[in-house]
Protein backbone atom coordinates (compact mmCIF):
# COMPACT_ATOMS: atom_id res chain seq x y z
CA UNK A 1 0.00 0.00 0.00
CA UNK A 2 1.21 3.44 -1.15
CA UNK A 3 1.48 6.46 1.00
CA UNK A 4 -1.98 7.96 -1.30
CA UNK A 5 -3.53 4.96 -0.71
CA UNK A 6 -2.89 4.86 2.92
CA UNK A 7 -4.21 8.72 3.13
CA UNK A 8 -7.22 7.89 1.44
CA UNK A 9 -8.29 5.25 3.67
CA UNK A 10 -7.19 7.06 6.89
CA UNK A 11 -9.04 10.31 5.64
CA UNK A 12 -12.02 7.74 4.73
CA UNK A 13 -12.07 6.08 7.92
CA UNK A 14 -12.44 9.28 9.60
CA UNK A 15 -15.02 11.00 7.80
CA UNK A 16 -17.10 7.92 8.47
CA UNK A 17 -16.68 7.49 11.87
CA UNK A 18 -17.15 11.09 12.26
CA UNK A 19 -19.84 11.17 10.62
CA UNK A 20 -21.38 8.36 12.99
CA UNK A 21 -20.08 9.32 16.47
CA UNK A 22 -21.09 13.61 15.26
CA UNK A 23 -24.43 12.25 14.23
CA UNK A 24 -25.47 10.06 17.32
CA UNK A 25 -24.18 12.89 19.54
CA UNK A 26 -26.20 15.87 18.00
CA UNK A 27 -29.07 13.24 17.85
CA UNK A 28 -28.66 12.41 21.48
CA UNK A 29 -28.34 15.84 22.57
CA UNK A 30 -31.65 17.42 20.66
CA UNK A 31 -33.85 14.34 22.02
CA UNK A 32 -32.13 14.72 25.70
CA UNK A 33 -33.31 18.51 24.99
CA UNK A 34 -36.59 18.10 23.82
CA UNK A 35 -37.57 15.45 26.18
CA UNK A 36 -36.63 17.75 29.33
CA UNK A 37 -38.72 20.58 27.40
CA UNK A 38 -41.78 17.79 27.68
CA UNK A 39 -40.92 17.05 31.06
CA UNK A 40 -40.94 20.49 32.05
CA UNK A 41 -44.16 21.14 30.53
CA UNK A 42 -46.31 18.81 32.13
Known amino acids: MNAK ?12 ESVMY ?3 GTGFCENF ?3 RDLKSIM
Open 22 to 24: GNF
Open 5 to 16: QRFINSTWVFSV
Open 33 to 35: LKW
